[in-house]
């Protein structure tokens, strides 16, 4: 989840601890109002069409190196799957790509114009990069409904969102956000009791209400049933040409149903690449099947 929407979250927890004290009613009239929607400002530019231009990353830690030379492209609108064992630099990539680490050497730019290093984590969520890590991140006190609330709103400031209503489009927004992430039937529950696949639908939810070009997404069907794995690949196919998406996965059955047969998959090893294509094509791979798949 972004820096900023973790922050719009502790104040809206606060809020509505306070309504609890005070008889329950929100200062919406009835609805507990957002937070707010990342503002963008200038965005990036995808004339080129290419999302995401990673070159040459380096990373050291004590003289470990997690990152050793690291080149990756991906294009506009594609979903594009990342493999490879434990150690192999994947976390460390999604690291450097959000501005939670700082490689050593190397380019990283958003679109053609926006330099990755030169911003800082907020700046980065803000020109339209959202992150999702393994472990679901909602606020359990508050309702689904709620929850999706707090990356809605275009002003973030606590004061704007005190006494605000939401718009009918706003409404609109956001029920078609329930349906999307197939929560519907849940928008009054507290988020606490949702299963932990329902977790994981949610907190994509929220990631998507701030509208991101390019998402990040560690081991989204970690802890899954079969039945809401499937689900979240047909999520996931849904949201592909809207938005980029890069998903970090072991698990190979999940793979398959994202790329069906066609879309790239890349390995990383030892920091690098170490093979990209289709599924079968590195699955065959004798290096691949040599440090990862046959294990």
Request: charged share 25%; proline share 3%; hydrophobic share 40%.
């Amino acid at each position: 989840m972004t820096p900023d929407l973790l922050e719009a979250g502790a104040r809206r927890l606060q809020e509505h601890q306070s309504r609890a004290q005070h008889g329950g009613q929100t200062e919406s009239g009835g609805r507990s109002a957002g937070i707010g929607r990342v503002h963008r400002g200038q965005g990036p530019d995808f004339t080129h069409g290419v999302a995401l231009y990673l070159d040459d990353i380096n990373v050291s830690f004590d003289g470990f190196k997690a990152l050793n030379a690291l080149s990756l492209s991906i294009a506009v609108g594609e979903l594009r799957c990342i493999i490879g064992p434990n150690g192999a630099g994947k976390t460390t990539m999604m690291d450097v790509i959000t501005g939670k680490t700082r490689p050593d050497a190397g380019t990283a730019f958003f679109g053609s114009t926006i330099d990755l290093l030169k911003l800082r984590e907020n700046e980065i969520a803000q020109a339209g990069i959202g992150r999702k890590f393994q472990k679901p991140t909602v606020y359990e006190p508050l309702s689904v409904l709620e929850n999706l609330e707090l990356s809605l709103k275009a002003d973030r400031r606590v004061r704007s969102s005190l006494g605000s209503r939401l718009s009918g489009e706003q409404v609109d927004t956001l029920d078609a956000m329930l349906s999307r992430i197939q929560l519907r039937g849940e928008a009054g529950r507290e988020a606490g009791l949702l299963s932990h696949g329902q977790k994981q639908w949610l907190e994509i939810g929220m990631l998507l209400m701030q509208d991101p070009a390019l998402l990040l997404l560690d081991e989204p069907v970690a802890g899954m049933t079969d039945e809401e794995t499937e689900r979240t690949a047909e999520l996931f196919l849904s949201l592909q040409g809207e938005h980029s998406l890069v998903v970090v996965e072991h698990d190979m059955h999940f793979v398959e149903q994202l790329t069906q047969g066609h879309r790239t998959v890349t390995v990383l090893h030892e920091g690098s690449v170490l093979a990209e294509g289709t599924l079968a094509t590195v699955q065959a791979n004798s290096h691949v099947v040599e440090v990862y798949l046959g294990r």
